[in-house]
Structure formats: structure tokens, C-alpha cells
């Protein structure tokens, strides 16, 4: 399946890409402001935003990874591994489009792309250069010991008034990325919710400048 994309392309060649990821309910072009905030920090990066492959059944607009009517672990997973093939498949386009590594390649996750982020990365061949995700979750964890092939740094920010995907679940997600050796650092913002803030924005930035140059 083709994915529809929004895209920023750097003036000069370019170095990395970036992979923005929306939350369930949006499209392509919620995150893809991320992209123009972090031009500084990036020059040459290659900012990419699809939208998600299924429509979203919860209203007559917006896009979704996988269906949140059945909110149970199990369902939840199980309708995420439908996007492996569908991720990956996209992320290889553009890794021989702009003919560049693995390595210098990110995805960045809001809430549902977050989940789909940490699902996808650490079950690549050939790695990425990191994942960074803001209130997200793990969900597909008790399949991950089995399933991990790479162990590329993770970035979790979350605020802890997050009235959608509580905090906690960032701290599970990070306890069971270290347990698996995945380097994962954690931002747990004060004073935001199911949002990213001005904090975040920067806390994203630095990790991504690491990762990527």
C-alpha cells in the first residue's frame, strides 16, 4: 500500500529524513509543522508526514493506523502488526529516494504514531537511527524479546497531565526498551497534556541533532 505524504525538502542535499507519524484521528499534515521547527536544527534533513492507511471509523474525517474501537492490549496489537509491512515498505522507499542509510533515518511518533514508532523500530533488519516519541505506549511488547533485531535510542516525552494515554505507560515503555538493552530516555513534561509543548519541541530537536548528525 502507498502511502499519501506532506513533505519539506531541504535547498541543499539531503542528509537524513525525518518520519513523522500522526495520532489517530489526523493526517499527514498535523505533525509536518514539527518539521518547519526543526529546519534550524536540521538543514539538510528531508521531513516526511504520511497519512495513516485506513480512514478513521470513529468519524466521517481524520486517518488511523489501526481501529481504537476495541481498546484492549491484545486487539490493539494485533491490529498494529498490519502496519509492519506497510511502515517498513515506506520507510525503504525513501531511504532509496534520497539514497541514503538506515542509519540516517528517524521516526517521530505523536500518541498512536508513537505506538506504531516503537513497534516498528526495534523489529528492523537493518535498524534506524532512532525513534523519538511523544505520548505514546508500547504495545506490542510480550512479542518484542522474541522479535527485537536492532536496539537503535529511543527519546519518550510525555506530559504528566496526559488525560489520554496516562504517563505511566511511558515509564512501562521504557522499562521494557531497557530491559531488551534498547538505549531510552524519558521526558515527563509538568503542566501538559495529550500535547507537545515548547519543552518537548526542544527536547526533540537535541535528540534528533544527536541521532542524525
Known amino acids: ?5 506532506y513533505r519539506i525538502i531541504p535547498a541543499e542535499k539531503p542528509q537524513q529524513i ?3 507519524l500522526h495520532g489517530v484521528g489526523a493526517d499527514g499534515k498535523d505533525l509536518l509543522d514539527l518539521g518547519y521547527r526543526w529546519q534550524n ?8 508526514s504520511p497519512d495513516a492507511p485506513h480512514g478513521y471509523d470513529m468519524a466521517p474525517f481524520g486517518r488511523q493506523w489501526f481501529s481504537l474501537r476495541d481498546r484492549t492490549p491484545q486487539v490493539m496489537a494485533a491490529g498494529m502488526i498490519t502496519n509492519r509491512p506497510i511502515v517498513n515498505e515506506y520507510i525503504n522507499g525513501l531511504l532509496a ?3 541514503l542509510p538506515a542509519n540516517k533515518l528517524a521516526l517521530v511518533g505523536f500518541s498512536q504514531g508513537t505506538m506504531v514508532s516503537l ?3 526495534p523489529r528492523r533488519e537493518d535498524g534506524l537511527a532512532g525513534v523519538l516519541g511523544y505520548s505514546g505506549s508500547l504495545l506490542s511488547h510480550k512479542s518484542l524479546h522474541a522479535e527485537i533485531k536492532s536496539r537503535a535510542p529511543v527519546c519518550l516525552v510525555h506530559g504528566l497531565q496526559d488525560e489520554v494515554v ?3 505507560l511511558a515509564r512501562k515503555a521504557q522499562e521494557m526498551l531497557q530491559a531488551e538493552a534498547v538505549p531510552c530516555e524519558i521526558h515527563l513534561q509538568p ?13 526533540g530537536a537535541a535528540f534528533l ?3 542524525l548528525t
Open 119 to 121: 513497534d516498528v523500530g
Open 166 to 168: 496516562p504517563p505511566d
Open 191 to 203: 503542566n501538559v497534556g495529550h500535547s507537545i509543548d515548547e519543552g518537548g519541541i526542544r527536547i
Open 18 to 20: 525525518v518520519v513523522l
Open 97 to 99: 529516494e534520497f539514497a
Open 209 to 211: 541533532q544527536r541521532i
Open 1 to 5: 500500500m502507498k502511502l499519501n505524504d
Open 41 to 48: 536544527t536540521l538543514p539538510a534533513c528531508v521531513f516526511v
